[in-house]
Structures are given as C-alpha cells and as structure tokens.
C-alpha cells in the first residue's frame, strides 16, 4: 500500500480525485489539515509518504513549498512522485490574458508559481506540473495537453478533467518530470 498525501488549500480538484482514489485499494489517502506554513506540522505527517499531491494558491503558493520543503529535507520520506497544481500561464504559453479568481496582483502570482515550481523542480523528485486553465464546474471530464513551450488558448477545464489527469500521473505515472497545461477538450471546430 502506498501512501498519498494531499496538500490542500481548498482546491475544487482535490474531491474528484479523492473519489477517483478511494476506488484504488492499493493507495492510502492522508490530507493534510496543518499550516500551509508550518515545516514542523508538515514533519509529522511526511514520515512514509509514497505520493504527494499539492493544490495550494492561487497566492503564496511559493511560502507553503518553502516551508513543505523544508519538512521534506528534514524528514527525507521516501516520495517517488509529486503532482503539483499550478495556473496556465507561468509558462508565458497563453494566446491571451487571463484573470484566476483571488488574484489581485497579476504580475507578483506568476512570479510566485514559477518559484513555487523552481522548489519542487530543485527537489530532485520526481514530478509533474499540471497548469489549468480557469477552473470551471462543467462536469467535463475529457481534456486537452499542452506540452511545455507550446501555446495554449485560454480556456476552462472542469476539476474533473483536471482530477483524472493528476490520477494518471500520481498511480499510472504518466507524464512523470513534464509540465502540462490542461484544458477541456474543444468541440470539433470548437476553437
């Protein structure tokens, strides 16, 4: 049995994927409930985490990793893969611009994901990044890539599709050590 800690900052993902989870017998689900903050609370949950999955943000997303990192260093768990959540546009691969809910300084929330990412990146774990579009509760659970360097539309994808695909990386390990922006899949002709 592996165990798979979530790290959540009340991330309309983290409930799809809890369900997708619970359907794995093979998979132990710990959600974190301490300070995103606090590398002490973060050690005591940390010791024989397999898995990690991180939805903090949109702001101060850089100060939680900062301090989970810190706890991760301490404690040396034996993670073989994290998937951590992050916006499109980090990447400067959207056609357009875009406003991500709570997010009053645009400019300071790029600059705050890309370090946020710089920490999991310098962790030398394994890991992938998933950059989503605007979050939107359309039940659609059918998804479109982006690789990293590739432009992407701006558009939403629904938690579910963003659910299934972090599902894919963390116990089908998919998409291991990529970042990709993820989107709803278009209509044929839809863009």
């Not at 990690?52 to 939680?64: H, M, T």
């Amino acid at each position: 049995m592996k165990k798979l800690l979530i790290i959540n900052q009340n991330s309309p993902v983290v409930p799809p994927l809890t369900d997708l989870l619970k359907q794995n017998s093979e998979i132990d689900v710990h959600a974190y409930s301490g300070d995103l903050e606090s590398a002490d609370e973060y050690a005591k949950v940390l010791p024989e985490t397999d898995l990690l999955f991180i939805a903090v943000g949109p702001n101060d997303a850089d100060l939680y990793l900062e301090s989970l990192f810190e706890a991760v260093d301490e404690v040396q768990p034996p993670i073989a893969d994290i998937v951590m959540l992050s916006y499109a546009g980090v990447d400067d691969e959207l056609t357009g611009s875009v406003d991500y809910d709570g997010v009053k300084d645009q400019e300071e929330f790029i600059k705050q994901q890309r370090y946020a990412i710089k920490i999991v990146d310098e962790s030398e774990i394994p890991y992938s990044i998933i950059r989503m579009g605007q979050l939107k509760d359309n039940q659609v659970a059918d998804y479109e890539l982006f690789n990293e360097g590739t432009k992407m539309p701006v558009s939403t994808v629904s938690p579910q599709a963003v659910a299934k695909l972090a599902y894919e990386m963390l116990i089908e390990q998919k998409w291991i050590n990529h970042s990709v922006g993820i989107i709803d899949q278009q209509p044929m002709g839809g863009r």
